[in-house]
């Protein structure tokens, strides 16, 4: 899909001439008759367009919605954008960097208000202010079908907040994803959201990085995690919470049984703040996912998380990128995994810490303990190139190799993997079949390299037909092979997936 591009270089208000119509325009629903004004205005259009209807439904509908769109933007005084005008019948549409304005936002709502196929809307960086934040507040009164909102980089500051607090209160909307950086966010906004959240658990996933929360945001925060139980995701990333803002912050996390996802890096709490995360990590059993990225945690507070891994039962991600770490600090880590037989863990992050051999070595007994596990680090010192280039080898040549050995399909390969047969698995069970069949000789380095290739920064291997042929064709094979023999898939024969 494109990304799409104004009908005329980015929309904008026009002249003081409209000035006489903007009395129509106090409300977001004064122009529901748009569509009645066509039809006067062009009378011989709509009774081509009757044919239309009963010849094909949707695309008549499709129709009507531009015409509205259309209307609107003449309406509120403002050049309808092209992408929109093209892509309004997709489930995605993206707008950001448009230069929409208050008064473009508001004639984006009101095509929206009817529309049944957009599920996810990006509107970031379109300084919509809080007229904008108000006309999409009242579309998603209407709307029941929009399911993702980014509205980040729009400074809306608190009286943008408030606005979004009321709806969130009171919000009866399909939507569970709303992106809210950058808007300029402080103390008060936090407490606002807070007041909605505490109540209202539909959200199911909230960014609210690069704002200004500070330690009483943090407090306000917390609150707000010990009542909810929808939340599931949080994003609180690149604001100013500090050691007083985290530690108020875990006193409400500790007692949250939902959300799953956490990022905080950025923040600046140190090994006190690291300290309290150890402690939820001790008593929280539902956090999968933990971003502690550059909080100028060292040693000391790294020993504090890990007292809490060896007890945690939930945690399958953790980055600790551009720490202060040493290789010391790394042992702890990976040790506490150890002493763990519960553990989940699946990725850690300390790919700014240079380690030896013998971590390598202590790694290894880690991994055969918990083969799901992988440890991104930096480099290290004094590999041996032999060792190095055995460490780079394609694992997809080794699969290939073998799949023409014992004359099966790399397909088949990858299905002996899943017990369920599906072609797709959870990245910590791909890890930890492939680590432990002994088909193929492969390291974690080149099973970290498969995963890179085949899931695509998702949480999901996918080694359906479609992917492998892509694979295959990227390293190379399949070019000079002979015809491929059919393989079965069901209960009908794929000649074009043979080579898998």
Same mark, same amino acid.
């Given at each position: 899909?494109?990304?799409?591009?104004?009908?005329? +270089?980015?929309?904008?208000?026009?002249?003081?001439? &409209?000035?006489?119509?903007?009395?129509?325009?106090?409300?977001?629903?004064?122009?529901?008759?748009?569509? @009645?004004?066509?039809?006067?205005?062009?009378?011989?259009?709509?009774?081509?367009?009757?044919?239309?209807?009963?010849?094909?439904?949707?695309?008549?509908?499709?129709?009507?919605?531009?015409?509205?769109?259309?209307?609107?933007?003449?309406?509120?005084?403002?050049?309808?954008?092209?992408?929109?005008?093209?892509?309004?019948?997709?489930?995605?549409?993206?707008?950001?960097?448009?230069?929409?304005? +208050?008064?473009?936002?508001?004639?984006?709502?009101?095509?929206?208000?009817?529309?049944?196929?957009?599920?996810?809307?990006?509107?970031?960086?379109?300084?919509?202010?809080?007229?904008?934040?108000?006309?999409?507040?009242?579309?998603?009164?209407?709307?029941?079908?929009?399911?993702?909102? /980014?509205?980040?980089?729009? $400074?809306?500051?608190?009286?943008?907040?408030?606005?979004?607090?009321?709806?969130?209160?009171?919000?009866?909307?399909?939507?569970?994803?709303?992106?809210?950086?950058?808007?300029?966010?402080?103390?008060?906004?936090?407490?606002?959201?807070?007041?909605?959240?505490?109540?209202?658990?539909?959200?199911?996933?909230? $960014?609210?990085?690069?704002?200004?929360?500070?330690?009483?945001?943090?407090?306000?925060?917390?609150?707000?995690?010990?009542?909810?139980?929808?939340?599931?995701?949080?994003?609180?990333?690149?604001?100013?919470?500090?050691?007083?803002?985290?530690?108020?912050?875990?006193?409400?996390?500790?007692?949250?049984?939902?959300?799953?996802?956490?990022?905080?890096? @950025?923040?600046?709490?140190?090994?006190?703040?690291?300290?309290?995360?150890?402690?939820?990590?001790?008593?929280?059993?539902? #956090?999968?996912?933990?971003?502690?990225?550059?909080?100028?945690?060292?040693?000391?507070?790294?020993? %504090?998380?890990?007292?809490?891994?060896?007890?945690?039962?939930?945690?399958?991600?953790?980055?600790?990128?551009?720490?202060?770490?040493? @290789?010391?600090?790394?042992?702890?880590?990976?040790?506490?995994?150890?002493?763990?037989?519960?553990?989940?863990?699946?990725?850690? $992050?300390?790919?700014?810490?240079?380690?030896?051999?013998?971590?390598? %070595?202590?790694?290894?007994?880690?991994?055969?303990?918990?083969?799901?596990?992988?440890?991104?680090?930096?480099?290290?010192?004094?590999?041996?190139?032999?060792? /190095? #280039?055995?460490?780079?080898?394609? +694992? &997809?040549? #080794?699969?290939?190799?073998?799949?023409?050995?014992?004359?099966?399909?790399?397909?088949?390969?990858?299905?002996?993997? /899943?017990?369920?047969?599906?072609?797709?698995?959870?990245?910590?069970?791909?890890?930890?079949?492939?680590?432990?069949?002994?088909?193929?000789?492969?390291?974690?380095?080149?099973?970290?390299?498969?995963? %890179?290739?085949?899931?695509?920064?998702?949480?999901?291997? $996918?080694?359906?037909?479609?992917?492998?042929?892509?694979?295959?064709?990227?390293?190379?094979?399949?070019?000079?092979?002979?015809? +491929?023999?059919?393989? @079965?898939?069901?209960?009908?024969?794929?000649?074009?997936?043979?080579?898998?």
């Amino acid at each position: 899909m494109d990304n799409g591009d104004p009908l005329e +270089p980015e929309t904008k208000d026009e002249s003081d001439t &409209v000035s006489a119509r903007q009395s129509s325009d106090e409300t977001l629903y004064c122009e529901a008759e748009a569509p @009645m004004a066509v039809e006067k205005e062009k009378p011989a259009r709509e009774s081509s367009e009757t044919d239309l209807e009963i010849e094909d439904t949707e695309k008549f509908f499709t129709t009507r919605q531009r015409e509205l769109y259309l209307e609107a933007c003449r309406l509120v005084g403002v050049v309808p954008v092209s992408y929109f005008i093209r892509n309004m019948e997709e489930s995605y549409v993206n707008l950001n960097h448009h230069g929409l304005g +208050p008064r473009g936002t508001k004639a984006i709502a009101i095509a929206l208000v009817s529309n049944t196929t957009v599920l996810k809307l990006e509107l970031a960086d379109n300084c919509i202010t809080e007229e904008g934040i108000l006309s999409l507040v009242e579309m998603l009164q209407e709307n029941y079908y929009l399911q993702e909102m /980014n509205i980040s980089d729009n $400074d809306l500051g608190l009286e943008g907040a408030r606005i979004l607090s009321e709806f969130l209160q009171n919000n009866t909307s399909s939507l569970f994803t709303l992106q809210l950086s950058g808007n300029n966010f402080k103390e008060e906004a936090a407490e606002l959201f807070c007041q909605a959240l505490s109540t209202n658990y539909r959200i199911k996933s909230l $960014d609210l990085s690069h704002n200004q929360f500070s330690d009483k945001a943090g407090e306000y925060l917390g609150q707000m995690l010990a009542l909810n139980v929808g939340l599931q995701s949080l994003d609180l990333s690149w604001n100013h919470l500090y050691i007083q803002g985290v530690v108020a912050l875990c006193s409400g996390l500790r007692a949250n049984v939902s959300l799953k996802k956490l990022d905080l890096s @950025m923040n600046s709490f140190g090994n006190e703040g690291a300290a309290a995360l150890g402690e939820v990590l001790r008593l929280n059993n539902s #956090l999968a996912y933990l971003d502690l990225s550059s909080n100028n945690i060292n040693n000391e507070g790294l020993s %504090k998380i890990s007292k809490g891994l060896e007890l945690n039962e939930s945690l399958k991600v953790l980055k600790l990128y551009l720490n202060p770490l040493s @290789m010391d600090g790394a042992v702890l880590l990976i040790l506490s995994i150890k002493r763990n037989p519960k553990s989940k863990m699946e990725d850690i $992050d300390i790919s700014n810490v240079l380690v030896s051999e013998q971590f390598v %070595k202590i790694l290894d007994g880690v991994c055969a303990v918990h083969p799901q596990l992988d440890v991104m680090y930096k480099a290290v010192q004094g590999l041996s190139n032999k060792k /190095n #280039l055995f460490t780079w080898t394609s +694992p &997809v040549k #080794l699969i290939q190799s073998y799949a023409d050995q014992h004359k099966i399909s790399v397909l088949d390969f990858f299905r002996s993997l /899943n017990p369920s047969g599906k072609m797709t698995m959870p990245v910590g069970e791909f890890r930890k079949a492939m680590i432990q069949q002994n088909k193929v000789p492969i390291n974690r380095y080149q099973v970290r390299e498969l995963i %890179k290739k085949l899931g695509e920064k998702t949480d999901m291997v $996918d080694f359906r037909p479609w992917k492998l042929l892509k694979l295959l064709s990227q390293e190379g094979f399949g070019a000079e092979q002979e015809p +491929p023999r059919p393989i @079965m898939a069901g209960s009908q024969f794929i000649q074009p997936l043979a080579a898998l």
